[in-house]
């Protein structure tokens, strides 16, 4: 395995490659290209010549050689969209048979991301940028970028005991004979409506509203609130 600077122009792409990256992140990965110049090296075999041999900063500089792309077809789509002239590029000396296996699973081959780690490295991100910022640089949406924002903040604080307000309980009062009947005549006369006097007399107190203060006086009694 050699890593070279390779002519765009010597670079040709696998007629078998079967990956496709959507036009936004396409859009993206040129951004990030083009703000950075950073990308991950190619990965190329030689067609009908021996690989050149050398350090990291070797160049290809003879036309007539030509490369096969394994992985990389959409980096260099994008740098030759950017005027690149050259790849960094990791050539593999590989047959037809290795170069179709490493086509099936080099973009294939990768981890997925645990969403509570990707929430903090993107909260780290998220300092002094916005989520419409952040999702011109990350591969996520503008909507995907907040949600992981909200999962990196902290739970709330759980309630105290004391401040759950306690579920309603079921009261059972056992009525004399007495008790009884004034609570029935309260009920009785609180589904009545008043009866105002009428030719400006005073109004009589409505029956009802003396049922059901007695039966408000006896209640506080039997608690011993009064």
Same mark, same amino acid.
């Given at each position: ?9 010597? @670079? ?16 993206? $990965? ?48 994008? $740098? ?67 949600? @992981? ?67 408000? @006086? ?9």
């Amino acid at each position: 395995m050699t890593l070279l600077w390779i002519p765009l122009e010597v @670079l040709q792409p696998h007629p078998e490659n079967s990956n496709r990256m959507p036009p936004h992140l396409m859009e993206k $990965l040129k951004t990030h290209i083009e703000r950075t110049g950073l990308y991950e090296p190619l990965v190329v075999r030689p067609m009908g010549h021996d690989a050149a041999r050398g350090d990291p900063k070797s160049e290809i500089s003879d036309l007539r050689c030509r490369y096969q792309i394994l992985n990389g077809h959409h980096r260099a789509e994008v $740098l030759r969209g950017l005027g690149h002239t050259r790849a960094r590029c990791d050539v593999w000396e590989v047959d037809d048979d290795e170069a179709r296996l490493l086509l099936a699973t080099l973009n294939r081959l990768e981890g997925r991301d645990d969403p509570s780690a990707r929430a903090r490295l993107v909260a780290r991100l998220a300092k002094g940028r916005t989520a419409e910022e952040l999702a011109r640089l990350l591969p996520e949406p503008p909507d995907a970028v907040e949600r @992981l924002l909200r999962l990196a903040q902290p739970p709330p604080t759980p309630l105290a005991p004391e401040a759950i307000e306690p579920p309603a309980r079921p009261m059972t009062f056992f009525l004399a004979e007495e008790q009884h009947a004034l609570v029935t005549e309260a009920l009785r006369e609180a589904g009545r409506s008043d009866t105002a006097a009428g030719d400006g007399a005073a109004a009589p107190r409505p029956k009802r509203a003396d049922a059901l203060e007695r039966l408000a @006086l006896w209640y506080l009694e039997s608690r011993g609130l009064r």
